[in-house]
Nanobody, 122 residues
Framework: QGRLEESGGGSVQTGGSLRLSCTAN????????MGWFRQRPGKEREFVAL????????LYSNSVKGRFTISKYNAENTVYLQMNSLKTEDTAVYYC???????????????WGQGTQVTVAS
């Protein structure tokens, strides 16, 4: 069974940075899309960013564009989320997910990690 494992969450002050990692226990196919989502306290889970595994094409939500960067390391089946200029409203559980469509809708993703907590304090 495919499994995604996230790491890199933690606590940081406003304006700080964190890098999340997500590693698959299988070889990610070139047709795949890897996404990051988050669930803020009291909110529904929402899209953050995605990357096409083959081309590296990316897509960001407006709330993180210009501050977050999604990237990948194919050889290690790992996707990253570099988060800079963090704000208190970025506090959330962050999930990575694997899908097969270039789509920000979480219904397009069929494998999910367990999530990692990111807390941004003022």
């Amino acid at each position: 069974q495919g499994r995604l494992e996230e790491s890199g969450g933690g606590s940081v002050q406003t304006g700080g940075s964190l890098r999340l990692s997500c590693t698959a226990n299988w070889r990610i196919y070139s047709s795949s899309v890897m996404g990051w989502f988050r669930q803020r306290p009291g909110k529904e889970r929402e899209f953050v960013a995605l990357i096409r595994w083959h081309s590296g094409t990316t897509l960001y939500s407006n709330s993180v564009k210009g501050r977050f960067t999604i990237s990948k390391y194919n050889a290690e089946n790992t996707v990253y989320l570099q988060m800079n200029s963090l704000k208190t409203e970025d506090t959330a559980v962050y999930y990575c997910a694997k899908g097969s469509q270039y789509d920000s809708d979480q219904r397009a993703y069929n494998v999910w990690g367990q999530g990692t907590q990111v807390t941004v304090a003022s």
